[in-house]
């Protein structure tokens, strides 16, 4: 990143040096001459800026803000990104981590990085769950603002200044870019009508990458890439998060060009045209704009300090927003099973490992002495071994497994199907939930456990999965026993379960969250997306 500052500046440099040669060419005169910056086809706005535009112009700024640093945030969880669906150390095509060291246990937690406060949203290393409440969030509001900002678009003549109508943009638009790298710039003429340049740049920002970082940004979700069946296997999460990187640069690299061009092209005249709605040389737009920067600014140092000091309220918020779409989301049919060529050559490991004489003994007898108690709200409680489970009917299945963190991979799972547990142990009908208690502690110390709706648990594709890829699962990957519910995050699929109970509620258990990560490190407990 520090070596992109000096590359970058002396890429500039010489930009700056051949725009300058160019134009002294008689054929790039001409050129310029001919396609002095605005395609001459292209209509004339002449409503100006309106205030709704002013107002979303300013709002979409906002949220941005949040969106971006959050979405930073989240990405330093798991700082590589791949074209391929699984996460093979090596085959990233991009990172910000060094690589994966080997001869030892590297888990996908010990990869996370730290980001500064200032940077990142809260910017603590592993606060991806408080990251991902604002990114939601705020993505709802900038896709509700992006709604209403289409609507009043194309209800007005205001969207003539944004869709090119003819192709001679093309052309003006690269006159434009020569000029304006020359640092001899084109006569301004916004107000009415944006040059090739700006109108190609806006095109490509509104109707292109703002609806591309949304799509790719969903594709990431277990229970909507599921659901999609086929389209979810072609555009996998890894190639989603690859796009939406390359969508958030494109938005980075706007932001960065749109001010630097703000302030040099003139900034009394930009300024009243974004924030005073008038096309004259006062200054009623300037107090405006600077009001609209001290608010950014403010908010921009405010928000890591606020989230650490108040991780609950944001978990809580952010429930509250967007809570009720994953809710919806958890009951989606998850159709999307791959084959055995899917099959990940690597699938990270994570979580605490059990560390206790307890686990070590079992591990000595190959899991012989293991038994999974089943109790709480149930007719016929029952303590099963692990030949128990492995006689009853077994399903296998070839699903990919989407981490919190970004990570994803690929594994053939065989294991007894929870519905076929809750027909045995006949749950009593006050029973809503059902936890799973690890043989592990989490990292803050404490049992690990969390909890699902029951009605996830009549899902097809969730098992008790205690063969992986054809063997049994590995101690590394939960054995002797482990969750597997497709349409939830990862970290919902409890490895090493010593037991379940059946519950009326959860709020009695550790801080009512609804399982150790939700409790710990601000989660949320209904995770599709």
Not at 485 to 490: H, T, V, Y
Request: glycine letters at 8%; proline letters at 5%; a neutral charge.
């Amino acid at each position: 990143m520090l070596w992109g500052l000096p590359l970058g500046t002396a890429l500039l440099l010489c930009l700056i040096a051949l725009a300058q040669s160019l134009r002294e060419l008689p054929e790039v005169t001409a050129f310029i001459r001919h396609h002095p910056g605005i395609a001459q086809a292209a209509p004339s706005v002449d409503s100006g800026f309106p205030w709704w535009l002013q107002l979303q112009h300013f709002l979409n700024m906002f949220f941005m803000l949040f969106i971006m640093r959050a979405g930073l945030q989240i990405l330093a969880d798991h700082p590589r990104l791949y074209w391929h669906r699984d996460c093979t150390p090596g085959t990233d095509w991009f990172r910000f981590q060094s690589p994966v060291p080997k001869g030892r246990v590297w888990t996908a937690k010990d990869d996370s990085v730290t980001l500064p406060t200032w940077l990142g949203i809260p910017g603590l290393r592993h606060t991806i769950g408080l990251a991902r409440w604002w990114h939601f969030s705020m993505n709802l509001l900038w896709l509700l603002n992006g709604i209403a900002f289409y609507a009043l678009l194309f209800s007005t003549e205001q969207w003539r200044r944004l869709v090119p109508l003819t192709w001679e943009v093309f052309p003006a638009a690269l006159s434009t870019a020569i000029q304006y790298a020359s640092l001899n710039f084109p006569v301004d003429h916004s107000w009415t009508r944006y040059n090739g340049l700006q109108q190609l740049s806006y095109f490509i920002t509104v109707f292109v990458a703002a609806p591309v970082s949304i799509v790719t940004g969903l594709m990431q979700s277990p229970a909507i890439s599921n659901a999609l069946g086929w389209f979810g296997r072609v555009f996998n999460r890894q190639a989603m998060r690859s796009v939406h990187f390359i969508s958030f640069a494109w938005f980075l690299g706007f932001i960065l060009a749109h001010g630097v061009m703000i302030f040099v092209t003139g900034l009394r005249q930009n300024t009243n045209h974004m924030f005073g709605g008038v096309d004259d040389s006062s200054w009623k737009g300037f107090p405006l704009f600077v009001l609209a920067m001290a608010i950014l600014i403010v908010a921009w140092f405010l928000a890591s300090p606020y989230t650490l000091k108040h991780a609950r309220r944001v978990q809580r918020v952010g429930a509250f927003m967007v809570g009720w779409i994953m809710g919806l989301a958890e009951g989606w049919d998850t159709r999307s099973q791959l084959t055995e060529k899917d099959v990940s050559p690597y699938f990270w490991p994570n979580g605490t490992m059990p560390n206790s004489t307890e686990f070590s003994d079992l591990v000595t007898d190959n899991f012989a002495s293991y038994r999974l108690r089943i109790s709480g709200l149930v007719e016929s409680p029952r303590e099963l071994s692990l030949a128990d489970l492995k006689a009853m009917p077994k399903q296998e299945q070839i699903t990919t497994h989407f981490c919190i963190q970004g990570w994803s991979g690929v594994a053939r799972w065989g294991g007894v199907p929870m519905r076929h547990i809750l027909d045995l142990v006949k749950p009593a009908l006050k029973a809503r939930y059902v936890v799973f208690y690890s043989l592990a502690d989490g990292a803050d110390g404490g049992r690990y456990y969390d909890v699902h709706t029951i009605e996830n648990m009549h899902h097809a594709l969730t098992i008790l999965a205690y063969e992986m890829n054809g063997g049994p699962v590995s101690v590394l990957h939960g054995a002797p026993l482990r969750l597997r519910c497709e349409n939830e995050l990862g970290f919902k699929m409890v490895k090493w379960i010593a037991a379940i109970e059946f519950v009326h509620d959860f709020a009695d258990l550790g801080a009512g969250q609804g399982g150790y990560n939700e409790d710990h490190e601000f989660y949320g407990y209904r995770v599709p997306i």
